[in-house]
């Protein structure tokens, strides 16, 4: 691609940023197409100059003028093809009211296809599937991903009803969400909790009732990306494991979540590193999925943590 068609794409994407937004910085420009501040000034400067109505200045973000919109752009043949992947995954891994609201999104944006376009789409569409379980929703609360996005956007408090595993009644708590997020199979709440006052992560499949307050935030609350990233910052543990090869491609699609880092492949086996911030809960207990098939390299710790779960569970038997 040469240096003015990357130009001009990121003029357009730019463009399309500014639609998408009230106010948008050149710092925060500049950071996700990758270029200096002096770059997007010279952008900016190139859409005002072909009459796109912008106000603002260097320092304070830009904004396009109230109610200016551009005309419908036409999809390249990968953007349209997309919608798949992007439909069916929704479909899969959110609740059934969000996914009706994304699909009648979706048939809007196919609306404006070309002829051929729509027929890949379509035929696409037949033969796109997505396998594997299906994430950890409560049925009967129908609502509650649109109700806590709702939320989210307004700042607006909201009731829930959670109840803990050893909860016999839900306790009912009043929270002000941060943002929502999926983490072995379970779609999370991070929100702070007035009850706690802190920060608190709820499991959505947990939550009975769930309904929005007139009360706005009492607070202002850093991103949801700062929890996860302290997160990250937790002492970790080495792990190492082997498996058969044939048991290791189920391990795949949840290795992620318990601190996967690398993998050697043998003609036997798959040796698979790991750091690992709960050694002995959440990872020990995964392992034991596959531990007939599998071998515990190190730590020590881990192999000990095994052995006990696998007595208290035979005792059970």
């Known amino acids: 691609m040469t240096d003015i068609q990357k130009r001009f794409d990121r ?72 919608f798949v992947a ?42 796109f599937l997505v396998r594997g379980g299906r994430h950890q929703f409560n049925e009967k609360l129908t609502h509650g991903t649109n109700t806590l996005i709702e939320s989210i956007a307004a700042k607006k408090c909201v009731e829930i009803y959670y109840s803990k595993p050893s ?32 920060y608190r992560q709820f499991r959505l499949d947990r939550i009975s009732n769930i309904r929005m307050l007139p009360d706005n935030f009492g607070k202002e609350h850093p991103e949801l990306s700062y929890f996860l990233n302290k997160r990250h910052e937790m002492p970790t543990t080495k792990v190492v494991i082997r498996v058969d090869r044939e048991m290791a491609r189920y391990m795949e699609w949840d290795r992620h979540y318990f601190g996967f880092q690398k993998e050697v492949v043998t003609d036997n086996y798959v040796e698979m590193h790991f750091e690992s911030i709960n050694v002995e809960g959440g990872f020990a207990r995964w392992y034991l999925m596959f531990a007939d098939k599998g071998k515990i390299i190190e730590p020590e710790s881990l192999k000990e943590t095994v052995k006990r779960l696998l007595a208290a569970a035979i005792e059970q038997v």
């Open 11 to 82: 003029i357009l994407a730019i463009y399309m940023h500014l639609q998408a937004k009230p106010v948008v910085t050149a710092a925060a420009l500049a950071e996700r197409y990758e270029v200096s501040l002096r770059t997007i000034y010279r952008d900016i400067r190139s859409l005002m100059q072909a009459g796109i109505p912008i106000y603002g200045e260097a320092g304070n973000g830009y904004s396009l003028v109230e109610g200016y919109k551009m005309p419908p752009l036409q999809f390249s043949r990968e953007e349209a093809l997309s």
């Open 167 to 198: 909860d016999k009644v839900p306790e009912k708590r009043e929270i002000e969400a941060v943002g929502i997020f999926v983490e072995s199979k379970f779609w999370y709440i991070l929100a702070f909790c007035k009850l706690r006052k802190d």
């Open 86 to 127: 992007a439909e069916k995954l929704v479909e899969k891994y959110t609740d059934k009211n969000l996914a009706h609201h994304f699909t009648t999104a979706m048939l809007k944006m196919k609306a404006i296809l070309r002829g051929n376009e729509k027929e890949h789409v379509a035929l696409l569409g037949d033969n």
